[in-house]
């Protein structure tokens, strides 16, 4: 089994920040996969290359490390760098999907994911970490809310929407953004059969991290 407390699901569904506080409560790393798509598609558009055909050679000049740049806080450095604000913009954030759906990044990814598992436990964060990267975690999530709930929550949060965004817009990304992640033949965005469905819509954030963290208390216990 992988010491991993993989936390899958769609977009705005709360996946980061639950992941992020399950993290700083039991002390452990914390890796949020998709900065690491989001690093690809900034990488090349900044080189000038097209997202839509990116081949090895180019990937393997890429630098992308997972590091706690202060007591608690986990963030990928891409070329030595800490990218920041430019992994949020909403072109990132299409580019990000559109590289996720080419073999040759998801080979290239698959491995650098799995060189951040090691000894202690790490929860890791994304769209297939329970079906594909460790399909054997021992802990396994699939956090999702209403597609009406998670455009809600996006356009609530600064810097992720373009300035003057509606809510119909931010659905119409999102539900763009699903329709592609689901879709595609490599890794797509879906539970794992032996993973647990939780549903955010009516919770808090507070409510979500209690009941991922009771989940895991429990099945700690009986092992
Ligand atoms: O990582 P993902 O895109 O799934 O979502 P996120 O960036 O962690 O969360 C989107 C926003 O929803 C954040 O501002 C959260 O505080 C908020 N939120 C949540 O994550 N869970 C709830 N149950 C309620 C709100
Ligand atoms: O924060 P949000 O949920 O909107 O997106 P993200 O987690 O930063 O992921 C950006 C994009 O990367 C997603 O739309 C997916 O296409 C892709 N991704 C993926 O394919 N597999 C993962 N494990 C994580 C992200």
């Known amino acids: 089994m992988s010491r991993c407390i993989a936390i899958d699901g769609p ?14 409560r039991m002390n452990l790393a914390y ?10 598609a900034l990488a090349a558009l900044r080189a000038g ?5 990116l081949d090895r050679s180019f990937l393997d000049t890429l630098k992308l490390e997972y590091v ?3 007591p608690g806080v986990w963030e990928l450095k891409l070329n030595g760098e800490f990218p920041g604000a430019a ?11 559109l590289v996720a759906g080419q073999p040759a990044v998801r080979d290239y990814l698959l491995d650098v994911q799995r060189g951040f598992a090691g000894k202690r436990y790490i929860v890791m964060e994304g769209r297939d970490i329970g079906t594909v990267i460790f399909p054997d975690a021992d802990f396994k999530f699939f956090v999702t809310a209403s597609p009406e709930e998670r455009a809600r ?14 809510l119909a817009e931010v659905a119409r990304e999102i539900a763009a953004r699903d329709k592609q992640d689901s879709e595609r033949t490599v890794a797509p965005l879906k539970p794992a059969p032996d993973a647990e469905l939780i549903d955010t819509t009516g919770m808090t954030l507070d409510q979500a991290v209690e ?3 009771g989940r895991i208390a429990a099945k700690s216990g009986k092992k």
């Open 153 to 166: 929550r996006r356009l609530a949060q600064s810097g992720e929407t373009p300035d003057g965004a509606t």
């Open 211 to 213: 009941t991922v963290y």
């Open 11 to 24: 977009a705005a569904s709360g996946k980061s920040s639950i992941a992020k506080r399950i993290a700083e």
């Open 87 to 97: 992994l949020r913009t909403p072109e990132v954030a299409a580019g990000a999907s």
């Open 31 to 40: 890796v949020n996969t998709g900065s690491l798509y989001r690093a690809v």
């Open 49 to 53: 290359r097209s997202l839509a055909a």
């Open 68 to 70: 706690e740049s202060a």
